[in-house]
């Protein structure tokens, strides 16, 4: 396994895509990082299968079956403390954006590439409650964020 590569992640509100950069042999440029059945992306859907928390295709999956187990367009809500009602269970915005990003963390790890920093980026309208709410993605990820960036933990 690679470690101490740089991964850098787009939350869309539709899409989430990803790259690495560094590991085995420093690469100096990134690359695109599969997620799923949509290569350098899977979608920004969350759902609860069977009690379990997933994110991407097999929560868009879950979503056709079932609306009410799944969540899209929540990066919309960061900063909302209203919760949004998945497989009826409230959850913070800032909660399930948390588990989209921890599906990516998941993806690199199985790609053989152990984040060591984890950079996000956002739109550039985003105001103070949105940024701020940021904090909070570190949790079911299992990050620490430092200045932006996020060091995980080995």
């Not at 990066?75 to 269970?89: E, N, Q």
Request: proline content about 6%; hydrophobic content about 40%.
């Amino acid at each position: 396994m690679s470690t101490g590569v740089a991964l850098g992640v787009d939350l869309g509100t539709t899409w989430t895509a990803a790259s690495i950069r560094g590991g085995a042999g420093g690469a100096a440029n990134a690359e695109p990082l599969a997620l799923g059945d949509h290569g350098a992306a899977m979608p920004s859907v969350v759902a609860v299968v069977d009690g379990e928390v997933v994110a991407g295709v097999r929560a868009e999956r879950a979503a056709a079956a079932d609306p009410a187990s799944a969540a899209r367009d929540f990066k919309r809500r960061l900063g909302d403390t209203t919760p949004i009602v998945v497989a009826g269970t409230p959850y913070g915005a800032e909660t399930l954006t948390g588990h989209l990003l921890g599906a990516v963390v998941g993806a690199a790890r199985s790609a053989g590439a152990e984040p060591g920093e984890v950079t996000l980026t956002h739109p550039a309208t985003w105001g103070p409650t949105s940024t701020q709410s940021c904090e909070q993605l570190s949790r079911p990820s299992r990050s620490r964020r430092a200045c932006g960036r996020w060091r995980t933990p080995r």
